[in-house]
């Protein structure tokens, strides 16, 4: 094949030509809700192209990303750093995937993840968060001896067979039974810990120092004593970092806020690809993977077909350099005390926000029971209806009259959660701020398009009863 390669595939042609379909064909080929639920609440866009902190739609009109793909675009979108690792590794055409060679590239990229990194010595590449969750409790499980792990309530460690074993939100597992025999205990509970450690069958607790649903943070003091309490009766402590990890909450991992927690096995995702290419890493202690990895009989006892390829190499050490030459950690956290702040400071002004909460740029914003009659009676016809329907009644105006775009934080949940790219700045909180506060104004004034949305809603909920 010559270096034009196969002329009667052109992508942007394809794009031009079918890109206009994206709904039905997604309605067609695809999971059919997707579509059913975006065009229901109005966020059935057409986003053109995307930059940094924004997207923009065909009318040039400009949306602010507070969402960041789930906490994947950490660095915003399309960095000019990562886009030139991408094309440089591109065109390096390296003999990548050989599985019987050490290309540099993964070595490399674990030396620099290592260095941020202290009392860990060793990486697992994946492909996802919910893989890298899934290596740790392999991982745990081989190198103790025991089968169960524990995991707190309303955790979310992914939705593969594994990682929703330690899920616990009953939503995301029901119907999908038998699972491994794994226990939940309440986060901060450190009797409910200390009683199933007690029957000597404990691999490991898996834990996120902030939980994405509700965006809770383990109590002060909590991780340290639970490391304490595991490392008693020869369990480890699993640090779940997939949404947290690489800066998100002010530090360049979120149980490095509590001085003495170093975990035995950590995992991160998402914001390591740049958002271009699926990457995972497990990192761990070593005499956890030499008891893994204990034989050259053993060599490939846990692996992954498209770990540490080359192009998710590439992007995670671009990504990293990035972090370290933008200072990415310190804007997260200065940026983020910022909004919080002045979020914080609307709590006494609305009688139907109730609490913003969080760390760095990992923020929930809780709405709660007015005090007043009228919204009262509102807010008892939404409750009656389904939780949650209220928070979902300010993501839908955020959107459709400011352009930002957020996400409600579960299901069942009054609570808005704010994980933008790390890159945002004072603008982008002026604009969020006013925003809210109009979206508030106007949810308080007890009537309005907000208020008639929210009736659509609970008729909506209702009949799905």
């Known amino acids: 094949?010559?270096?034009?390669?196969?002329?009667?595939?052109?992508?942007?042609?394809?794009?031009?030509?079918?890109?206009?379909?994206?709904?039905?064909?997604?309605?067609?080929?695809?999971?059919?809700?997707?579509?059913?639920?975006?065009?229901?609440?109005?966020?059935?866009?057409?986003?053109?192209?995307?930059?940094?902190?924004?997207?923009?739609?065909?009318?040039?009109?400009?949306?602010l990303d507070m969402l960041?793909?789930?906490?994947v675009m950490?660095?915003?979108?399309?960095?000019?750093?990562?886009?030139?690792?991408?094309?440089?590794?591109?065109?390096?055409?390296?003999?990548?995937?050989?599985r019987f060679d050490c290309q540099p590239l993964p070595g490399l990229l674990a030396e620099r993840l290592l260095a941020h990194s202290p009392h860990l010595d060793r990486v697992?590449?994946?492909n996802s968060g919910t893989e890298a969750v899934e290596t740790a409790l392999k991982f745990a499980r081989y190198a103790t001896g025991k089968p169960r792990v524990l995991y707190c309530d309303h955790a979310f460690h992914g939705l593969t067979t594994g990682s929703l074993s330690v899920n616990g939100e009953r939503g995301f597992r029901d119907g999908f039974a038998p699972l491994l025999p794994d226990t939940a205990v309440p986060l901060g509970d450190l009797d409910a810990l200390r009683?199933?450690?007690?029957?000597?069958?404990?691999?490991?607790?898996?834990?996120?120092?902030?939980?994405?649903?509700?965006?809770?943070?383990?109590?002060?003091?909590?991780?340290?004593?639970a490391q304490e309490l595991l490392h008693r009766y020869k369990a480890l402590l699993i640090a779940d970092e997939v949404q947290t990890g690489l800066g998100r909450t002010g530090d360049?991992?979120?149980y490095q806020h509590e001085e003495g927690v170093e975990p035995d096995l950590v995992c991160v995702a998402k914001a390591l690809s740049g958002g271009y290419v699926p990457v995972g890493a497990t990192l761990g202690k070593d005499w956890i993977f030499r008891k893994v990895y204990s034989s050259m009989d053993r060599v490939l006892v846990h692996s992954a077909s498209f770990g540490s390829n080359a192009q998710a190499m590439a992007a995670g050490?671009?990504?990293?350099?990035?972090?370290?030459?933008?200072?990415?950690?310190?804007?997260?956290?200065?940026?983020?005390?910022?909004?919080?702040?002045?979020?914080?400071?609307?709590?006494?002004?609305?009688?139907?926000?109730?609490?913003?909460?969080?760390?760095?740029?990992?923020?929930?914003?809780?709405?709660?029971?007015?005090?007043?009659?009228?919204?009262?009676?509102?807010?008892?016809?939404?409750?009656?209806?389904?939780?949650?329907?209220?928070?979902?009644?300010?993501?839908?105006?955020?959107?459709?009259?400011?352009?930002?775009?957020?996400?409600?934080?579960?299901?069942h949940l009054e609570v808005i959660k704010l994980i933008p790219p790390l890159i945002i700045g004072d603008a982008e909180v002026d604009r969020f701020v006013t925003a809210f506060t109009s979206?508030?104004?106007?949810?308080?004034?007890?009537?309005?398009?907000?208020?008639?949305?929210?009736?659509?809603?609970?008729?909506?909920?209702?009949?799905?009863?």
């Open 1 to 63: 094949m010559t270096d034009g390669g196969n002329r009667g595939f052109d992508l942007a042609r394809l794009l031009a030509e079918r890109g206009a379909e994206r709904y039905d064909l997604h309605t067609r080929h695809l999971n059919h809700q997707l579509p059913r639920m975006l065009h229901t609440l109005g966020f059935d866009k057409v986003y053109e192209r995307a930059e940094g902190a924004y997207f923009w739609d065909a009318d040039g009109d400009d949306y």
């Open 68 to 71: 960041a793909g789930f906490g």
């Open 74 to 98: 950490g660095l915003g979108r399309h960095h000019p750093v990562v886009r030139r690792a991408l094309h440089d590794v591109l065109d390096a055409r390296l003999a990548d995937l050989t």
């Open 317 to 411: 050490l671009a990504v990293l350099a990035v972090m370290e030459d933008e200072e990415i950690t310190a804007n997260a956290r200065r940026t983020g005390d910022l909004l919080r702040e002045r979020l914080a400071a609307l709590v006494d002004r609305y009688e139907l926000l109730h609490e913003v909460r969080g760390r760095g740029l990992m923020i929930g914003i809780e709405f709660g029971r007015p005090s007043s009659l009228k919204l009262r009676s509102r807010w008892t016809m939404l409750q009656a209806a389904r939780k949650g329907l209220f928070a979902q009644m300010v993501v839908v105006p955020l959107l459709q009259n400011h352009r930002i775009l957020t996400q409600v934080s579960g299901d």
């Open 195 to 225: 009683r199933e450690l007690k029957r000597g069958d404990v691999a490991a607790l898996v834990v996120e120092p902030i939980q994405g649903k509700g965006v809770h943070a383990a109590p002060p003091g909590y991780l340290r004593a």
């Open 124 to 126: 697992f590449f994946g």
């Open 252 to 254: 360049f991992y979120a």
């Open 439 to 465: 979206v508030m104004d106007d949810a308080h004034s007890g009537g309005g398009l907000m208020w008639d949305f929210g009736r659509t809603l609970v008729r909506q909920a209702m009949a799905h009863r």
